[in-house]
Nanobody, 124 residues
Framework: QVHLEESGGGLVQPGGSLRLSCAAE????????MGWYRQAPEKQPELVATIFSNNSTNYRDSVKGRFTISRDNAKKMVYLQMSSLKPEDTGVYYCTGAQTFATLQVGQRGYGSWGQGTQVTVFS
């Protein structure tokens, strides 16, 4: 497993932008599929973006065209660039990683690696 630590959350007005970063420690990072989950208060985590080990990407419909996930294997980093933010984007964002997509998409701690999360609040 890899150890993950997020940074970059904060308060932003609607229409604004934020860039989340995730630093990974561990071996074989490049072989991991990486994702960003978002959890709103009293809701289940939802997978908003995935970047696979081959660098292909996938996005939740609600963030397509607004969010961009990327990775730098040499630095063991994953990023989530968020723009045109909306109040419904508010939540705790978790960086996750797993060696299979089946594990990544379970969406629960104990399945794959999870960071501690970073809060994103979009308010007017």
């Amino acid at each position: 497993q890899v150890h993950l630590e997020e940074s970059g959350g904060g308060l932003v007005q609607p229409g604004g932008s934020l860039r989340l970063s995730c630093a990974a420690e561990g071996k074989r990072f490049s072989s991991y599929h990486m994702g960003w989950y978002r959890q709103a208060p009293e809701k289940q985590p939802e997978l908003v973006a995935t970047i696979f080990s081959n660098n292909s990407t996938n996005y939740r419909d609600s963030v397509k065209g607004r969010f961009t996930i990327s990775r730098d294997n040499a630095k063991k980093m994953v990023y989530l660039q968020m723009s045109s933010l909306k109040p419904e984007d508010t939540g705790v964002y978790y960086c996750t990683g797993a060696q299979t997509f089946a594990t990544l998409q379970v969406g629960q701690r104990g399945y794959g690696s999870w960071g501690q999360g970073t809060q994103v609040t979009v308010f007017s």
